[in-house]
C-alpha cells in the first residue's frame, strides 16, 4: 500500500469510515524514479502482486509548483526528505506566483485483474511560512483553494474531503460501489 505512515494513516481512516480495514504491508516496494506518478504506481502494484495474493492497493503523490517548473512533483518524497518545507520556501523566497497543486494517484488491483488507477488533484498555494502541526509532509506550506489555512491546520477529516488524496479515494469508492 504505502510506507509512508502520514499516508497510511489518512488512507486508514477513509476506509475504515466506508466500514472496511487497510493493511500497511511490512514490504517495502521499489519506487522507480520517473516522471510520472502513474507509472510509479503501476510498477509498485505489479511487484507487490507478484509478493501478495490479495488486492493491493498503492498511492503515489506529489506536490506540484507552477514557479518551480512543477518541481518537486514526483520526487517529493525524496525533496522533503533532503530539505522539506523551508527548503521549498527558501526556493519560492522573491517568487510572487506561489501557485501549486498535491497530484495523488491511487492504483487499485485485485487478482487477475488489471489495475485501475485513480487521480485526485487539489489546487492550492504555497504559503509563506509553514503553520500547523497536523498532516505530514508538505501540509504545513500547503494552503487549498479557497481557505486561509494549511493542510496542517486542518483535522484530518477536513484535510481528506479537500485534498487530492481524498479526491482519488472518492472515485476508487465510486468505481467499487
Known sequence: MTTNRGKYNEISRMIQQ???????????????QVESLEIV????LY?????????ILVDDSGLFVDSLNGFP??????????????????????????KARFECVLGFMDIGKDPMLFKGVS?????????GEKGFGFDPIFVPE????T???MPMDRKNELSHRGRA?????EFLG
Open 169 to 173: 479515494f472518492e472515485k476508487l469508492f
Open 47 to 55: 511487484w507487490l502482486m507478484q509478493h501478495y495474493e490479495r488486492p
Open 151 to 153: 493542510f496542517a491546520e
Open 41 to 44: 504506481v503501476l510498477q509498485g
Open 73 to 98: 512533483g514526483v520526487y517529493s518524497a525524496h525533496a522533503y526528505k533532503s530539505f522539506g518545507c523551508d527548503g521549498i520556501l527558501r526556493l519560492m523566497e522573491t517568487e510572487t506566483n506561489r
Open 146 to 149: 479557497g481557505f486561509s489555512e
Open 123 to 131: 489546487e492550492g498555494s504555497i504559503s509563506t511560512e509553514t503553520r
Open 18 to 32: 466506508r466500514g472496511h480495514e487497510a493493511e500497511q504491508l511490512p514490504t517495502p516496494y521499489p519506487e522507480v
